[in-house]
């Protein structure tokens, strides 16, 4: 009788099946990503009008120097960089709080992005001193690798210090991540400090975290190991969501933890490093954009890391397309307006998931 | 077929439990694991699944658990946690298709539904499992493990649930519904290992059972020889005495407390 009356309460209206709905989010994030880029390449603060160009282009016409110059060398590089930086902050936020079993696990709050910046910040400043040889084979690569290398090691350490025994504390991550971004800041500070003149040119250059510094060096750099990340995320899917479970339940049922583990940390290390190394730090995107796909689709990885790069790259073009035409013709820094439309958000999901995320 | 684990030690610390376990359990019947609090089933039980490392070898359906790889030992054994947790708001449906195989590709897709009916969660899929009651999410766990070894016996022989109190969240009528899952898994040629802590359900529905104390197999066989008045109280440290139910042959016991006795 008791289970009679327990099957008869429906809680809420079923979501039977949001399996689809993702499936489907997948190609209305790339249509919604579409529409965007073409937004970004029509608007800046040059008189070039898109369609101008486009016409010229059907009409067999010349371009015009200028036209050319904007387009191909200013907004397109800036457009994809826009897409590539903004596709990795939200597949690295999204694949840690995989890893972390955690919504709030983002390497921008828990201190792999502070590592990383570290990285880069080694790299422009000791780079004189590391030998000939290494420099001009790595060349353009010495910043993104090092960056990598910085965010690499401190997900490994933030892993190790907050997990015991397949368990994660959420209170010891966020303390740990606070701890990491310090002493990631602390160096960072001291390095600043040595360099020369001309290194702190590329120094403040790079700590903008902005997309304006976007060329198709910087793209051809940060594409691959970005580009890599992405595709890792099609193979993290399944696994992350047994870890949802815990490491013991995972292992049973057949995913091999300790190579997803690796796996999810590389992804995460190659996106943040890629990112950062190209833009600086831009904050919030990897809380925001997994939260608000989790709410409209649910928590499913296979299909919610895919969403995210997608999602993540359109809201990143959107913020860079703000901070260009909100004190135009000047740049506001993209990270200023990622924190203004994200840090809201983020305290709400705060307020609204005080259950889930409880220390 | 069977499972045979020889000599099982498992470092805790600086003491060792268990301490020095052989068990045998063959496929077909179900083996129960019964003992107080501490005495090292749940352990025991991580030891024999490969989620604790252990010295010794285990051996399910002739495949070493140190040694085959994770997705093989998989397809043939699924293990329900004593504790389960969930990260994120899944669905229950979302949950038991983790049970399936490889995401599910290639099989029934009725059977997370058909799970569910059989543990009693029928139209609990859309329901959010952090939102279950503790039974229902302990039964859901079941309809998972479950779906990952649905048939008892597979093309490469029978499949093993390993279970650690599959009831001891659950109500009675709940009990007795999970207990005759398991023992029809097990009728149908497959494997069950469960860690028990109600000794009624133990001798009603086990055909060997395991005590443990301390670390070690104090006593081990069919129910009936095993549980005794003495290896019980002796076990539990308190005084137990068994009796035979009316209807059969079974033992059944009621705990005497030893100002009573
Ligand atoms: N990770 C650990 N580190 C140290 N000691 C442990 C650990 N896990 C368990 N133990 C100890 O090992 C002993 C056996 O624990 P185990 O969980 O196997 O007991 P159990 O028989 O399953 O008990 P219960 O009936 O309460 O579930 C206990 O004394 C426990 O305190
Ligand atoms: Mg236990």
Redesign the interface.
């Known amino acids: 009788m008791a289970r009679a009356e327990i099957g008869a309460i429906p809680a809420m209206p079923p979501i039977v099946d949001r399996h689809r709905t993702a499936r489907r989010a997948h190609v209305w994030l790339a249509g919604l990503l579409v529409v965007v880029c073409i937004c970004s390449l029509a608007t800046g603060a040059s008189g070039t009008s898109l369609w101008r160009v486009l016409t010229a282009l059907l009409a067999g016409d010349p371009v015009s120097v200028t036209d050319r110059v904007v387009m191909l060398d200013i907004r397109l590089p800036r457009l994809v960089m826009g897409v590539l930086v903004g596709a990795s902050l939200a597949v690295s936020g999204a694949v840690m709080q995989g890893l972390f079993r955690n919504p709030l696990a983002d390497p921008g709050l828990v201190g792999v992005s502070a590592g990383a910046g570290l990285g880069a910040i080694m790299a422009i400043v000791l780079g004189a001193f590391l030998p000939s040889a290494l420099i001009t084979l790595v060349g353009n690569w010495t910043v993104p690798v090092a960056a990598f290398l910085g965010g690499w090691l401190s997900t490994i350490i933030l892993y190790r210090v907050s997990t015991r025994a397949g368990r994660t504390s959420v209170a010891t991550m966020l303390l740990a991540g606070i701890a990491l971004g310090a002493l990631a800041g602390a160096v960072s500070g001291i390095l600043v400090y040595m360099a020369d003149d001309r290194q702190l040119r590329d120094l403040t250059f790079w700590g903008l975290g902005s997309l304006a510094g976007a060329t198709w060096s910087k793209v051809l750099v940060a594409g691959p190991m970005i580009g890599l990340s992405i595709l890792a995320t099609l193979y993290l899917g399944r696994g992350l969501n047994g870890l949802a479970m815990g490491e013991a339940t995972a292992h049973h049922i057949g995913i091999n933890v300790q190579r997803l583990k690796n796996g999810a940390i590389m992804t995460v290390a190659l996106a943040t490093g890629a990112a950062v190394a190209v833009s600086g730090g831009i904050g919030f995107v990897g809380i925001v954009v997994p939260h608000l796909l989790r709410l409209a689709t649910g928590p499913d990885h296979e299909t919610l890391l895919l969403n995210s790069a997608l999602l993540g790259a359109s809201l990143l073009l959107i913020a860079d397309l703000v901070s260009r035409v909100i004190i135009a013709p000047a740049d506001l820094p993209i990270g200023i307006v990622t924190a203004v439309l994200g840090a809201p958000v983020f305290l709400w999901i705060l307020l609204r998931r005080r259950g889930l995320v409880d220390l | 077929m069977t499972l045979t684990a020889r000599d099982i030690r498992v470092s805790l610390g600086r003491k060792q439990v268990p301490h020095g376990v052989d068990l045998n359990a063959e496929a077909g019947s179900v083996t129960a694991i019964v003992g107080p609090n501490g005495s090292g089933k749940t352990t025991l039980l991580?030891a024999i699944?490969?989620?604790v490392p252990c010295l010794g070898q285990v051996m399910v359906e002739g495949l070493d658990i140190a040694t085959a790889?994770?997705?093989q030992?998989?397809?043939r054994r699924?293990?329900l946690?004593q504790m389960?947790?969930?990260?994120?708001?899944?669905?229950v449906?979302?949950?038991v298709r983790?049970?399936l195989?490889?995401?599910g590709h290639g099989q029934d897709p009725s059977l997370p539904s058909r799970a569910l009916a059989e543990v009693?969660l029928?139209?609990y899929?859309?329901?959010?499992f952090q939102?279950l009651?503790g039974g229902?999410q302990q039964r859901a766990h079941l309809a998972r493990v479950l779906v990952?070894v649905w048939a008892p016996v597979g093309q490469d022989g029978p499949r093993w649930l390993f279970l650690d109190e599959p009831v001891a969240a659950l109500?009675i009528?709940?009990q007795l519904e999970v207990m005759d899952i398991v023992t029809r898994y097990a009728r149908a040629g497959g494997g069950v290992i469960a860690v028990m802590h109600d000794l009624n359900l133990t001798a009603l529905h086990a055909d060997h059972v395991a005590i443990m104390s301390a670390g070690r197999i104090a006593a081990a066989g069919p129910p009936d020889l095993v549980m005794t008045d003495a290896t019980l109280s002796k076990v539990y440290g308190c005084k137990l005495r068994v009796g035979v139910a009316p209807e059969g042959p079974r033992p059944f016991l009621l705990p005497h407390c030893a100002a009573l006795a």
């Open positions: 991580r699944t490969d989620e790889p994770g997705w030992l998989a397809a699924a293990v946690p389960a947790t969930l990260a994120f708001p899944f669905t449906l979302e949950v983790m049970g195989m490889s995401g009693g029928a139209g899929e859309g329901r959010f939102e009651s229902e990952q109500d009528a709940h």
